[in-house]
C-alpha cells in the first residue's frame, strides 16, 4: 500500500514538472518577443515652431504621441518619443558644402542644413515633416541618404512627388487637387482668365504650375503671374498688385504661405481692388491663417470680405471632436485653435507608431540598428559633423510599412493609393461679415456639389460619377463690394497697350474696308464702322490701333490674316472675314453681322420666242395628260347625267358632239350644259379646280417663258457645275477655292484666281476664250456686283451657310462682349443704317433672278391633283352603277309578279324558250341591262312603282298571274346607247 502511494506520488511530482516545463516552453517565445521590442523609439518633428502651422502642429503631435503611448494595442510595451527641432526659416539659399566657409560669420543665414542634421544625429526613425516645401526638397536628399521616412503634413509641392525622394512621404494632400478645385469654381463662372499672386518660392511656384495645368483642362489659363518674394513687405506687395491691376483679369488667386498671405489682401483694400467688380480666390492657407486659428483680428477680417477660400474637409467624427477639444484645453493660454495642418499632423505621428509597431512584429530580433555611410564625411576643417550622421538600416522596411497604413484617424480614412492620400476634398467658403459661409464642397469625383462628399474607404469613385462630375452646383456668393451679381472677371487692360487690329488691305470693292488716309484711324468702309459702333456701345474704353495687312496690289490671303491672329502677332482681325471651320480652329470669332455664303455667278441672255412659244409651258407627256383627262372627265359627267339630264340625251351623233363640248369648254368656264345629278355636281367641282390650277400655272410658265432672261453657259446650279469641265472663277484670297478643292472635289486645273474688276471680262468671254464658265463667290461681293452688271445672274441656291465675324485670339473675352453688341445694333436698326450707307443698291438690284432660266411643267408637279380628279370620278362611278344594278334588280322581278308587271307597264314579253334557245341568256341579260341604262330615271321609277301597286292588288284580290303577257318594249323616246 505504501509501495503504491509512493509510486503514485512520484508519478503526480513527474506530471507536475513536466506540465510546468510545457508552460515554460510555451511563454518562452512571447518572453522572447517581448523582450525583442526596444524599450523606446525616437521620432522628430521639423517644422517653424513661431508660424500659425507650426503653433498648431506642436500642441497636435504632443497630443499624438501622448495618446500613441496611452493605447496598449500600439507599440505594446515600447515608448515613443519626439525631438522637436525649430526650422526658423523657410528654405535653404545655398547648398551646404558650397558655402561651409561662411558659416562662421553667417550662421543666421544657413541655421536651416544645421537644423535637419542635428535632428538627423538624434538617429531618428522617421521625421514628422518638414512644414516647408522648400526645407522638403533639400531634406529629401538627406533622408535619401539616411533612409529615414519623411512624413511631411504640410509640404504640398507636387513636385515632391518625384521618384527623386522615395523617402518623402506626403501625409497630407497636394496642391494639385485644391488648383482644380480653384479651376472648378473658375468654369462654374465662365472666367477664362486668372491673375495668380503668389509667394516665389517651391510651394508658390509648384502650386502655380498645377493652377495652370488644370485651368487648361477647362480651356481657362493664367494670363498673369504676379510673384513676390518670401519675406516681401506690404509696399513691395502693393507695389506688385499695382502692375497686376494693369492686366485685364479681374480674378485673383492668391497661393502664399498663412504668415504673409494677409498683407495681400491689406494691400489689395488699400488700393481698392476689394471692391465691386473683383474676384478673390485663395487656396487653403487662408482658412488656416484666418479661420480656423485666432491669429486674424478684426482688421484682417476686414480686408477679406468676400474672398472665396478653399478649406481641407475632414468629416466629423468623436475623436475629431476629443481632439479639438483637448487641444483647447491645452492651448487655452495662448489662444491657439487647430487648424487642418494640425489634423494632419496628429494622424501623421499615428502613421508613423503604427508603421513602427507592424515593422517591429515583423522583424524576429526586433533590432533597430544605425550604421556609418562612407559616402558621408567631414571635409577638411568642415564644422558641420557629417560624420556624426548614421544610416537607418531598416529604414526601406520602415517606410514599406508606412506607405501600407490603413486606419481611420482624425482626418478620416488614412490609406495611400498611387502614394497619396485618397479622398482629397475641400470646403469652399466664402468671407462675408464677421463669418464664413460654406458655398460648396469639392472632391476629386464629385467635383463642385452642394453636398458633403462621401468619403470611400478604398477611395474609388462612386458608381455614378460620371453622372455627378456633369452636374456641378454652388450656392450663391457674396463677392467685394457686397454684392451678389456675378462679377465679369475682366476689363480692358489698362497698361498703356492699345489692341493691335490687323485690317485687310483691299483694291477691290473698298465699301467693305481699305484705306482711307482722311480717316482717323487710316482705314474705312462698312466693317470697320460696324466695330467702331459696337465697340462704342462696350462700358468700358477700348484702345485700338489698325495695321493694314497687304501690299496694296492684290487682296491679302485672309486665311493667313486669321493665323496672324492666332500667332499672336495681332490682338484682333477686323473686315470682310468669313466664319469659317478651319478658322475656327485656331481663333474665336464674335457674332456674324453679315450673312454670307457661296453662290455661283453666270451670264444670261435675252431669248426671243417663236411661233411656237405657246407651247413650251407644258412638256410634251403634260399636254397629253391633259387632254385624256379632259376626254375622261367629259365622258364620266356624261354617263353620270345621261339619264337625268335631257341636254346629254338624244341621238348617238348629238350626244358624241355634246360630251366632246362639256368636256373642252370646261378649261375656259364655258360650259352651257347645266348638271343636275349630284354625283355629277361633285365631279365637276373637282375637275374645274384642277381646271384652275392648269390655267394658273401655264399662264405664269408662259409669262416667264417670255420674258426672262435664259442662261448662256447651261449651268443651272452647283450639280450642273460640278458635272462640267468648264473653269470657274473665285476672288483672290477668298476661301472659295479651298471649300471647292476640298469639300467639292473641284481639281484645281479648273480653279482661275480672279479680281472682281475682271468678273464681267472673264464671265463674257466664257470658257471657249479663256474665259470662265461661272464665278463662285460670298453673296455680299456678288450682290454688290450684280448691282451694276445687269447681263449676270446668281443661279441655283446658296450652298454654304456662314458670315462674316471679327476674329479674336482664343478665349479673348472681348469676342463675348462685341457678339453683345452686335446683337444690339441688329436691334436697333444702327447695322441696317450702316449697310445702306456703304453698301448702296445699284442700278440693277431691282431685277429679279429667280426666274433665270424658268423650267418647264411636267407632270411631277401636278399629279397630286390629277390622282384626286380620278379617284373622285371613279368612286362617282363606282356608287352610280351600284345604284343602277339596285334598280336593275327591283325592276326585272322574277315569277309571275313580274311578268304581270311588265305587261301592265307595256314593257314587253319576256323572251319565249325559242329564242332562249338561239340566244344565250347571258347575252340577252346584258341587252337588257345596257336597255335598262339608257332608260329616263323617271320612266324606271314609275314603272318600279306601278309593279309595286300591282303585287300588292294582285295579293289582296287572290288572282294570280301567268308568265305569258306583252312584251318588253323600248320608249320611242330612246335611242341604242
Known amino acids: 500500500m505504501a509501495s503504491s502511494w509512493s509510486s503514485s506520488s512520484s508519478s503526480s511530482t513527474s506530471t507536475g514538472t513536466l506540465l510546468r516545463l510545457l508552460c515554460l516552453c510555451a511563454a518562452f517565445p512571447v518572453a522572447l518577443q517581448a523582450a525583442a521590442r526596444p524599450p523606446s523609439v525616437t ?24 495618446d500613441v503611448n496611452g493605447d496598449p ?180 488667386v492668391v497661393h502664399a504661405s498663412p504668415d504673409s498671405g494677409l498683407d495681400v489682401f491689406a494691400a489689395a483694400r488699400s488700393l481698392d481692388m476689394m471692391a465691386a467688380g473683383y474676384v478673390w480666390i ?81 522583424t524576429s530580433d526586433g533590432n533597430i540598428s544605425f550604421s556609418a555611410d562612407p559616402n558621408v564625411r567631414d571635409a577638411n576643417g568642415s564644422a558641420l559633423g557629417l560624420s556624426a550622421l548614421k544610416v537607418f538600416d531598416q529604414g526601406e522596411q520602415l517606410l514599406r510599412k508606412v506607405m501600407l497604413a490603413n486606419f481611420t484617424g482624425v482626418t478620416g480614412s488614412v490609406r495611400f493609393q498611387f502614394d497619396a492620400l485618397i479622398n482629397p476634398a475641400y470646403e469652399i467658403l466664402n468671407v462675408g461679415g464677421t463669418g464664413v459661409r460654406r458655398v460648396a464642397y469639392w472632391s476629386n469625383y464629385t467635383r463642385l456639389s452642394v453636398a458633403a462628399p462621401r468619403l470611400l474607404p478604398d ?43 490687323g485690317v485687310p488691305y483691299r483694291t477691290t470693292y473698298k465699301q467693305f474696308v481699305s484705306k482711307d488716309r482722311s480717316s482717323p484711324d487710316g482705314v474705312s468702309g462698312y466693317c470697320v464702322d460696324v466695330f467702331n459702333a459696337a465697340v462704342a456701345l462696350l462700358p468700358y474704353p477700348v484702345p485700338s490701333s489698325f495695321v493694314l495687312f497687304g501690299d496694296g496690289v492684290k487682296n491679302p490671303s485672309y486665311n493667313e490674316l486669321v493665323h496672324r491672329v492666332a500667332d499672336g502677332f495681332f490682338d484682333a482681325a477686323v473686315g470682310d472675314i468669313s466664319i469659317v471651320t478651319n478658322r475656327t480652329r485656331v481663333v474665336d470669332f464674335t457674332q456674324p453681322y453679315v450673312e454670307s455664303g457661296l453662290v455661283i455667278v453666270s451670264t444670261v441672255k435675252a431669248k426671243s420666242s417663236n411661233e411656237w412659244a ?23 359627267v356624261w354617263i353620270l347625267e345621261h339619264r337625268f339630264n335631257p341636254e346629254f340625251r338624244g341621238s348617238p351623233r348629238k350626244q358624241m358632239v355634246t360630251m366632246f363640248w362639256f368636256s373642252f369648254s370646261t378649261m375656259f368656264f364655258a360650259h352651257r350644259q347645266n348638271t343636275v345629278s349630284t354625283l355629277g355636281r361633285v365631279v365637276l367641282i373637282i375637275w374645274l379646280f384642277v381646271v384652275l390650277i ?14 426672262v432672261q435664259q442662261l448662256s453657259t447651261g449651268i443651272q446650279g452647283l450639280d450642273s457645275l460640278l458635272s462640267s469641265n468648264d473653269p470657274i472663277g473665285y476672288q483672290v484670297g477668298s476661301f472659295a477655292r479651298s471649300y471647292m478643292m476640298e469639300e467639292l472635289g473641284v481639281p484645281a486645273s479648273r480653279l482661275r484666281e480672279l479680281a472682281i474688276d475682271d468678273y464681267a471680262n472673264s464671265l463674257q468671254r466664257g470658257p471657249s476664250n479663256g ?112 345604284r343602277i344594278l339596285c334598280q336593275f334588280c327591283e325592276y326585272h322581278g322574277t315569277g309571275t309578279t313580274a311578268g304581270a308587271a311588265q305587261e301592265d307597264d307595256g314593257a314587253g314579253p319576256l ?11 347571258r347575252l340577252t341579260s346584258i341587252r337588257d341591262l345596257m336597255s335598262f341604262v339608257d332608260m329616263k330615271e323617271a320612266e324606271v321609277k314609275r314603272a318600279i312603282r306601278s309593279r309595286s301597286n300591282r303585287r300588292l292588288d294582285g295579293s289582296m284580290g287572290g288572282r294570280s298571274y301567268t308568265s305569258e303577257g306583252p312584251s318588253l318594249s323600248r320608249p320611242s323616246s330612246m335611242s341604242p346607247v
Not at 289 to 307: E, R, Y
Not at 475 to 494: C, E, H, L, M, Q
Open 73 to 252: 494595442d500600439v507599440l505594446r510595451g515600447t515608448n515613443l518619443s519626439v525631438i522637436f527641432q525649430d526650422t526658423k526659416c523657410s528654405g535653404f539659399v545655398g547648398t551646404i558644402q558650397e558655402h561651409q566657409h561662411l558659416i562662421a560669420s553667417r550662421q543666421d543665414i544657413y541655421l536651416c542644413p544645421f537644423f535637419s542634421l542635428e535632428l538627423m544625429e538624434r538617429q531618428v526613425v522617421a521625421v514628422v515633416g518638414p512644414q516647408s516645401s522648400g526645407i522638403a526638397h533639400v531634406v529629401s536628399h538627406v533622408a535619401n541618404q539616411l533612409r529615414v521616412p519623411l512624413l511631411s503634413f504640410a509640404a504640398t509641392d507636387p513636385a515632391l512627388a518625384s521618384k527623386q525622394y522615395p523617402y518623402f512621404v506626403r501625409a497630407t494632400h497636394d496642391d494639385r487637387f485644391q488648383m482644380a478645385a480653384v479651376a472648378d469654381v473658375v468654369a462654374h463662372h465662365g472666367w477664362r482668365e486668372v491673375t495668380a499672386v503668389y509667394v516665389d518660392n517651391d510651394y508658390g511656384r509648384g502650386g502655380v504650375v498645377a493652377l495652370g495645368d488644370a485651368l487648361e483642362a477647362n480651356r481657362a489659363r493664367v494670363s498673369y503671374k504676379a510673384a513676390f518674394p518670401p519675406g516681401a513687405d506690404r509696399a513691395a506687395i502693393a507695389d506688385l498688385l499695382v502692375r497686376a491691376n494693369m492686366m485685364a483679369s479681374r480674378v485673383f
Open 771 to 882: 474665259g470662265v464658265a461661272a464665278i463662285v463667290d460670298e453673296l455680299p461681293y456678288v450682290e454688290l456686283f450684280l448691282s451694276t452688271n445687269c447681263q449676270f445672274r446668281t443661279v441655283g441656291q446658296e450652298f454654304t451657310k456662314s458670315g462674316w465675324g471679327f476674329a479674336f485670339q482664343r478665349d479673348s473675352p472681348l469676342a463675348v462682349d462685341l457678339s453683345t453688341a452686335i446683337l444690339t445694333l441688329s436691334e436697333n436698326g444702327d447695322l441696317q443704317r450702316i449697310h445702306d450707307k456703304w453698301l448702296k443698291p445699284g442700278t440693277c438690284a431691282s431685277q429679279s433672278t429667280d426666274g433665270v432660266g424658268a423650267d418647264r411643267l411636267n407632270l411631277g408637279s401636278f399629279w397630286g391633283l390629277f390622282l384626286i380628279c380620278s379617284v373622285a370620278c371613279f368612286i362617282a362611278l363606282l356608287i352610280y352603277f351600284a
Open 459 to 501: 477611395g474609388g469613385p462612386p458608381p455614378n460619377s460620371t453622372t455627378t462630375q456633369q452636374q456641378q452646383q454652388m450656392y450663391s456668393v457674396i463677392w467685394p463690394g457686397d454684392t451678389t451679381a456675378k462679377p465679369r472677371g475682366w476689363v480692358f487692360p489698362n497698361n498703356g497697350k492699345p489692341l493691335r487690329i
Open 694 to 707: 392648269i390655267n394658273s400655272s401655264y399662264t405664269a410658265s408662259l409669262t416667264s417663258i417670255l420674258t
Open 43 to 66: 521620432i522628430g518633428a521639423l517644422f517653424t515652431f513661431d508660424s500659425v502651422i507650426g503653433r498648431s502642429a506642436r500642441t497636435a503631435i504632443q497630443l499624438a504621441v501622448n
Open 282 to 362: 485663395a487656396t487653403d492657407w487662408l482658412a488656416a491663417a484666418a479661420i480656423d486659428g485666432a491669429g486674424a483680428g478684426a482688421a484682417s477680417k476686414s480686408d477679406i470680405q468676400g474672398v472665396l477660400t478653399l478649406h481641407q474637409y475632414t468629416p466629423d467624427s468623436d475623436a475629431k471632436a476629443s481632439l479639438v477639444s483637448r487641444f483647447a484645453a491645452t492651448s487655452k493660454a495662448s489662444s491657439n485653435a487647430i487648424n487642418a495642418y494640425g489634423l494632419f499632423a496628429y494622424d501623421s505621428v499615428w502613421m508613423a507608431a503604427r508603421a513602427i509597431d507592424q515593422f517591429l512584429s515583423d
Open 614 to 636: 405657246f407651247l413650251r409651258p407644258f412638256t410634251p407627256g403634260m399636254w397629253a395628260i391633259i387632254g385624256a383627262f379632259f376626254l375622261f372627265v367629259g365622258a364620266v
Open 911 to 921: 323572251p319565249d324558250p325559242q329564242r332562249s334557245l338561239r340566244r344565250p341568256a
